[in-house]
């Protein structure tokens, strides 16, 4: 089985500098800490900003929303949805050149207690980071996150994996719950991880 590289700390920076499709997968194994939790990041999704991703946040340029997701690369990305869930995402690429990487899933490899304290209903580990909201809650991510430097050394950190994943243990696919783009196959994940969540299609709802 063939495996990728390692990726180092001085290597993360740079592969989170590059193009946004590199930067999703290398992204898989590494770790991302706060509020004493950890966790591995599992699944994830590429967007790659006004270069005609149409489910990108910044497919129609810059807002007060969006303008981390011009740079610099590593930062955070954090946003409301739904108006009850955070989702972070990985800024990626060159600055003035908006993409970054949703994180969707992981598995809690430190802070468990205080993981399971913040999502009480969970009855199953597997599923307390299993989808981006359920990440951003296990990890106790908010609106404070957004443009934190996630290389640092600050409340939010991003970590290269302990070992390198097989690139055979990579698969990819479409995005999950997209309006636009939807076959575009830049959701990636580590295959056969329990953590993984479930794929979903935009359905656009009927008016009556």
Do not use: K, Q
Request: glycine share 12%; hydrophobic share 45%.
């Amino acid at each position: 089985m063939t495996t990728a590289d390692p990726v180092t700390a001085a290597g993360l920076a740079d592969l989170l500098a590059g193009p946004v499709v590199p930067a999703a997968r290398g992204l898989l194994g590494c770790r991302l800490a706060a509020g004493g939790v950890t966790v591995r990041i599992t699944e994830v999704e590429a967007y790659a900003g006004t270069a005609g991703d149409a489910a990108s946040h910044a497919y129609r340029g810059r807002t007060p929303r969006n303008a981390v997701m011009f740079g610099p690369a590593g930062h955070a990305y954090v946003y409301f949805t739904y108006g009850m869930h955070w989702c972070v995402n990985v800024v990626t690429g060159p600055d003035g050149e908006a993409s970054a990487v949703l994180l969707r899933a992981g598995e809690v490899v430190d802070g468990l207690d205080a993981a399971r304290a913040r999502r009480p209903a969970v009855r199953r580990d597997v599923d307390l980071a299993r989808g981006p909201a359920r990440l951003c809650a296990a990890l106790g991510i908010d609106r404070s996150a957004y443009g934190l430097d996630l290389l640092g050394d600050g409340p939010l950190r991003l970590r290269p994996p302990v070992g390198p994943v097989a690139e055979a243990a990579i698969e990819a696919g479409p995005r999950v719950g997209v309006t636009g783009a939807h076959d575009v196959p830049w959701r990636f994940w580590t295959s056969g991880d329990p953590t993984v969540s479930a794929y979903r299609r935009h359905v656009p709802r009927v008016r009556r």
